[in-house]
C-alpha cells in the first residue's frame, strides 16, 4: 500500500512552496533562451545566400544618389540649416529597414509553411512568443548591413555623420527595434493571407503608406493636418526622428531619443502578442 505525502516533511521543516517571481523570471529566460536558438537559426540562412545583402543595398543606394542629389539642387524642401541630403540619410536608412522586414517576416513565414517546417516547429513546445521574437530579431540582425552600406555611402557624398561610439551604438539599437516592429507587422500578414503572391501585394500596399506618411523625406510641419495625424500614429516617424537625432553630427530629434525607444518598444510588444495569438493559423 502506497502511503501518501505527508503535509510536513519528516525533518520538521514545512515543506517550501514555489516562488511566484522565481518561477516568472525562469519563464522569462527559457523564453529569451529560445527566442536566442530561433534568431540565430534564421541568421544561419544568409549563409546560403549572402548576396540578399547586396541586392537590398541597392534601393537605399539609388534613393541617396539620385533622389537625394537632385531635390539637394532643387531646394523646395525646407529643413532649415540641416542640408537636404543629411536629412533625407536617415529617412532612407529608416525605408531601408522598412522594405527588408515587411518582405522578409511575412514572405519567409508563408515559404516556411509551404515546406512544412512552421508545423514541426508549431508541434515542439516552444513559445509562440518566442517563435515571432526569434524572427524579428534575426531581422534586426539582418537589417544591421543596410546601416553599414548608408553609412558608407553618406561619408562618400559628403553628409556629417556623428560617429561617435555611443551614437553608432543608439543608431543600431534604433535599427533592432524598428526592423523588429515591422517584421512582426509583416509576420500578422503572414499569418492572415495564403500566398506569396498575395502577401507581394499587400506588403507593396503597405510599404509606400507607411514611407510616405512619416518624417522621411519631409517634414512633418509640411504636411495637411490628416496627414500629420497618420504620421503621429505612424511608427516609422519615430524611428526616422531618433536616427537624424542620433547619426547626424548637427541632427537634433523632435520627440526625444527615450521617447522614440518607448514608442518602438511598446509597437514591438504590442504587435508580438497579437502575431502569438495568431500563429497557430498559419498551420491551418
Same mark, same amino acid.
Given at each position: ?12 521543516? +514545512? ?15 527559457? @523564453? ?5 536558438? @530561433?534568431?540565430? !537559426? ?41 542640408? $537636404?541630403?543629411? #536629412? !533625407? ?7 531601408? +529597414? ?22 514541426? #516547429? ?30 558608407? =555611402?553618406?561619408?562618400? &557624398? ?13 543608431? =543600431?539599437?534604433? +535599427? /533592432? ?21 498575395? /502577401? ?5 500596399? &503597405? ?15 509640411? !504636411? ?13 516617424? $519615430? ?15 523632435? $520627440?526625444? #531619443? ?6 518602438? &518598444? ?11 495569438? =495568431? $500563429? ?5
Amino acid at each position: 500500500m502506497i502511503q501518501p505525502e505527508p503535509d510536513v516533511q519528516l525533518n520538521g521543516w +514545512v515543506k517550501a512552496k514555489p516562488h511566484r517571481l522565481t518561477n516568472a523570471i525562469s519563464a522569462i529566460t527559457q @523564453i529569451w533562451k529560445k527566442t536566442l536558438v @530561433i534568431a540565430e !537559426m534564421e541568421v544561419r540562412k544568409l549563409r546560403h545566400d549572402p548576396t540578399d545583402l547586396v541586392v537590398r543595398a541597392v534601393q537605399p543606394s539609388l534613393w541617396l544618389l539620385i533622389f537625394g542629389q537632385v531635390f539637394t539642387r532643387i531646394r523646395a524642401i525646407p529643413t532649415g540649416d540641416l542640408p $537636404y541630403l543629411d #536629412f !533625407m540619410t536617415a529617412g532612407i536608412l529608416a525605408q531601408s +529597414v522598412l522594405f527588408v522586414a515587411i518582405f522578409t517576416g511575412g514572405m519567409t513565414l508563408i515559404w516556411e509553411r509551404d515546406l512544412g517546417v512552421v508545423h514541426k #516547429f508549431l508541434a515542439s513546445p516552444t513559445p509562440r512568443v518566442a517563435m515571432v521574437l526569434g524572427k524579428s530579431l534575426a531581422c534586426g540582425v539582418r537589417c544591421l548591413s543596410q546601416v553599414l552600406v548608408i553609412y558608407v =555611402l553618406a561619408l562618400l &557624398l559628403g553628409v556629417k555623420l556623428n560617429l561617435s561610439p555611443v551614437a553608432i551604438l543608439q543608431v =543600431l539599437l534604433i +535599427v /533592432m527595434l524598428g526592423a523588429s516592429c515591422f517584421c512582426t507587422f509583416s509576420l500578422i500578414i503572414g499569418c492572415v493571407v495564403k500566398t506569396r503572391e498575395r /502577401m507581394t501585394g499587400i506588403g507593396q500596399l &503597405l510599404t509606400m503608406p507607411l514611407f510616405f506618411a512619416s518624417n522621411a523625406i519631409y517634414p512633418i510641419s509640411m !504636411m495637411p493636418n490628416w496627414l500629420k495625424f497618420l504620421s503621429h500614429i505612424n511608427p516609422l516617424t $519615430y524611428q526616422v526622428d531618433a536616427l537624424r537625432g542620433t547619426m547626424l553630427a548637427n541632427g537634433n530629434s523632435i $520627440y526625444g #531619443f527615450g521617447w522614440d525607444c518607448t514608442i518602438l &518598444l511598446l509597437t514591438l510588444i504590442g504587435l508580438t502578442l497579437i502575431c502569438g495569438k =495568431l $500563429y497557430p493559423r498559419v498551420a491551418m
